[in-house]
């Protein structure tokens, strides 16, 4: 009685296949367009809001809210990989063989294929290593704070925070630009400039500059407009937390807090600011009289008439402030960057010598 033999996987076949290596680029080509149209890393409920309760919760089902480490990403990037590997072992050999009859010239422009499978292989293996293993964290900081980076010795100080303008009435941001000091341990490194797409770079550290906002509860200093009874209008300025005499009176004036969004809680009957933005700025001032306090209140940017509650001696104009910004950087390592940009090089050099080649032949 006869059995019939299992027909043998040709194995070594699929893995070096040329139909293998177009559907996977097409296949990384078309979950890269997801990831490009979807918004990646935003909150659950940002996808639900956006897309709708059953089309938002496929997306995080499917793992499309972070498509480039979910695993079918990595899966994709990891069978592109050995297939080209296995292609460059199996045809080594028999390049090498082809390689050695050659002389110096002809050996250079003939390893231009070659540099460009390897420039291949380094650049997947350089993404797949920064896709499992890289790390990113955002560090949200303010002027004159310190913070540490990504649980290294590494720590970053926020020296200044300043945006450039291409005219002088301040219309056209030319810039966004943060003036840090790089620390290890308790001894500075260096001092450095962190500019939108220009960011920090030290020892497979990377710090971006991604936005900034006004810190809501504090500012650097308010502009007041002080009109004391029967006398002239007076300019006063203000640093947050400090005590100034009021000019033409007997009086000292304290900036004691500041709302970027002014409301009155009615849960904690507490005032707070509403929001991040500054939509109802409003500094607390309190008045002194030989250290003795004698009035206080809220007075109001955008509403400068009577406040109801402010019991201050002097009628005070809030005329405008100058922010403390709170700073939003993004701190990433990756290990798998320098493979990546090694085999862009490669890569490079090789399509360099491809060119040469094709012109030497149309020559012939």
């Not at 996808?47 to 079918?72: F, M, Q, T």
């Not at 009176?249 to 809680?265: C, G, N, S, V």
């Not at 002097?314 to 290990?335: H, T």
């Amino acid at each position: 009685m006869s059995t019939k033999e299992r027909p043998k996987i040709d194995l070594k076949g699929r893995l070096t296949s040329v139909r293998l290596a177009i559907f996977l680029f097409i296949a990384i080509a078309l979950v890269s367009i997801l990831g490009t149209f979807i918004p990646q890393g935003s909150e659950p409920m940002e996808y639900i809001s956006e897309y709708g309760e059953r089309l938002g919760s496929w997306i995080l089902k499917l793992g499309l809210a972070d498509v480039y480490h979910s695993p079918v990403f990595i899966l994709l990037l990891f069978l592109l990989f050995i297939n080209l590997f296995s292609c460059l072992v199996t045809q080594l050999p028999n390049f090498l063989k082809k390689w050695k009859t050659l002389n110096g010239r002809l050996r250079l422009i003939r390893s231009g294929p070659l540099l460009t499978h390897i420039s291949m292989i380094l650049i997947l293996l350089g993404a797949m290593l920064g896709v499992v293993f890289s790390r990113s964290e955002e560090i949200n900081i303010q002027e004159g704070e310190v913070r540490q980076i990504l649980d290294s010795p590494l720590s970053l100080k926020l020296n200044s925070f300043r945006i450039d303008y291409y005219d002088r009435m301040e219309t056209q941001v030319s810039d966004f630009v943060c003036d840090v000091s790089l620390w290890r341990n308790s001894a500075r490194i260096e001092n450095a400039t962190i500019r939108v797409n220009h960011p920090l770079t030290y020892q497979g550290h990377r710090v971006y500059l991604v936005s900034y906002r006004e810190f809501p509860t504090r500012i650097r200093k308010a502009d007041l407009r002080i009109v004391p009874p029967g006398q002239n209008p007076a300019a006063l300025e203000l640093l947050f937390g400090q005590k100034r005499k009021i000019p033409g009176t007997d009086l000292d004036l304290e900036l004691q807090k500041y709302l970027a969004d002014f409301r009155f809680d009615l849960e904690t009957g507490e005032y707070v600011s509403a929001s991040m933005d500054p939509r109802n700025p409003a500094v607390y001032l309190v008045a002194y009289r030989d250290q003795e306090e004698v009035g206080k209140g809220w007075v109001f940017l955008k509403h400068p008439g009577p406040v109801p509650g402010n019991t201050l001696p002097v009628a005070v104009q809030f005329a405008g402030y100058e922010p403390v910004s709170l700073v939003n950087l993004m701190a990433k390592k990756d290990p798998g960057l320098p493979l990546i940009w090694i085999g862009f090089v490669l890569g490079t050099i090789g399509v360099c010598l491809g060119l040469f080649r094709l012109r030497m032949k149309s020559k012939d």
